[in-house]
Each structure stands twice: as structure tokens, then as C-alpha cells.
């Protein structure tokens, strides 16, 4: 069997329906979403090798039936493959998607990938390189198989950094920019990446 190695976006979250959400590590599932993700994983015939999730609540919740569905699938919880928090978290507690919109403007027209906006935010040349180590570390492991639960923005880097491997962060910044920012990566929508 061909190695596979899909990563999925968490289903709908508080954030994504558009309520105020006061970090982004505490962005837990709405109704809907839990549906999502009880239907994603009903679309599933057969039983990964493993199933890995951020450490974001939301991905879990996502991934959490499949892995009931799967009980003998090895599960895990990878550092390192959370959304990009280009925002400080500070500045935008207790926020909406709406009200952060000056701030994002902001940011994504000064297009520096090595600026980060405060404590707990990270740069866009930070991101691309976990996005870079994600791509290696499930390529290196030994199962066939391997579903990632994980989310929108870093899913978008990822399929920038495979159409345009040797690319400098200022490159991928602006191609990640004019992609939308992985604004139509939807929720529980698949990438393959290998």
C-alpha cells in the first residue's frame, strides 16, 4: 500500500460561527461542528494507521469519533501543528472575527514574515517552518496511513510550501496571501500530502 498521509481540518468551531472566543488554544466545537465531525468520520470505510490531532481542543473534539470508530487505531496528540497565531492572543481576548478585522488588515499589509505582534504570536516565517517540520515528520514515520486532524491557515501552507518547495518565507507570505489566508479550507475538508 501506498503511504497516505491526509490532513483534515477541524469541523466548525465557535470561532468559525462567528462568536467571541478568548484564545485561540480555547476554541472548542459548536453543535454543528460535533455533527460535522460524527459525519466526517462516518465517511471513513477504513482504519487509519494512526490519528494525530493539534493540541487545540477543536481538532481533537474533531478527531475524537474516528477514533471511537477506529478504538484500535493508535491515537496522538503532535505539538506543533496548531493554527498560526499571527495576533498577539492578548490583544484579541475575548474578540469576534469582526472586531479583530482592523488588526488582521494590519498585519497582512505590512507583509513582514519575520514580525511578530506580541506574547504568544508567532511569525509567519515561524509557522512556514512548522509547517515545513510537519511534512517531514509524517513522511519519516512508519505508518502507511496517517490522518491529521488539524487546521485551516496551516493546512493552506502546507499545499503553498508542496507547489513551491524552495520558496523563501517573503515568497510564501505573498502566494499565502493571495490564497486567501486559508479562508476556503473548509471545515472538515482533506489535503493529501503524500
Request: proline share 6%; charged share 30%.
Given at each position: 500500500?501506498?503511504?497516505?498521509?491526509?490532513?483534515?481540518?477541524?469541523?466548525?468551531?465557535?470561532?468559525?460561527?462567528?462568536?467571541?472566543?478568548?484564545?485561540?488554544?480555547?476554541?472548542?466545537?459548536?453543535?454543528?461542528?460535533?455533527?460535522?465531525?460524527?459525519?466526517?468520520a462516518g465517511s471513513i470505510n477504513e482504519a487509519p494507521d494512526?490519528?494525530?490531532?493539534?493540541?487545540?481542543?477543536?481538532?481533537?473534539?474533531?478527531?475524537?469519533?474516528?477514533?471511537?470508530?477506529?478504538?484500535?487505531?493508535?491515537?496522538?496528540?503532535?505539538?506543533?501543528?496548531?493554527?498560526?497565531?499571527?495576533?498577539?492572543?492578548?490583544?484579541?481576548?475575548?474578540?469576534?472575527?469582526?472586531?479583530?478585522?482592523?488588526?488582521?488588515?494590519?498585519?497582512?499589509?505590512?507583509?513582514?514574515?519575520?514580525?511578530?505582534?506580541?506574547?504568544?504570536?508567532?511569525?509567519?516565517?515561524?509557522?512556514?517552518?512548522?509547517?515545513?517540520?510537519?511534512?517531514?515528520?509524517?513522511?519519516?514515520?512508519?505508518?502507511?496511513?496517517?490522518?491529521?486532524?488539524?487546521?485551516?491557515?496551516?493546512?493552506?501552507?502546507?499545499?503553498?510550501?508542496?507547489?513551491?518547495?524552495?520558496?523563501?518565507?517573503?515568497?510564501?507570505?505573498?502566494?499565502?496571501?493571495?490564497?486567501?489566508?486559508?479562508?476556503?479550507?473548509r471545515n472538515c475538508e482533506t489535503l493529501e500530502i503524500a
Open positions: 500500500m501506498q503511504k497516505q498521509i491526509i490532513l483534515i481540518r477541524h469541523a466548525e468551531s465557535i470561532g468559525n460561527a462567528g462568536q467571541r472566543t478568548t484564545n485561540p488554544a480555547g476554541n472548542h466545537l459548536t453543535e454543528n461542528g460535533r455533527a460535522q465531525a460524527s459525519l466526517f494512526l490519528i494525530a490531532w493539534s493540541s487545540y481542543p477543536r481538532t481533537k473534539e474533531t478527531a475524537r469519533p474516528l477514533a471511537e470508530k477506529f478504538p484500535d487505531t493508535p491515537a496522538e496528540e503532535w505539538p506543533d501543528i496548531q493554527e498560526f497565531t499571527y495576533l498577539s492572543p492578548k490583544k484579541c481576548f475575548n474578540t469576534t472575527a469582526e472586531e479583530r478585522r482592523p488588526m488582521v488588515i494590519s498585519y497582512w499589509n505590512n507583509m513582514d514574515p519575520e514580525y511578530r505582534d506580541g506574547d504568544g504570536a508567532e511569525s509567519f516565517a515561524d509557522m512556514i517552518a512548522r509547517a515545513r517540520k510537519l511534512i517531514k515528520k509524517a513522511r519519516e514515520r512508519s505508518e502507511r496511513k496517517i490522518m491529521i486532524f488539524t487546521h485551516g491557515q496551516f493546512m493552506e501552507a502546507i499545499r503553498i510550501i508542496l507547489k513551491h518547495p524552495d520558496a523563501e518565507a517573503s515568497e510564501l507570505m505573498k502566494l499565502f496571501n493571495d490564497n486567501e489566508r486559508g479562508k476556503t479550507v
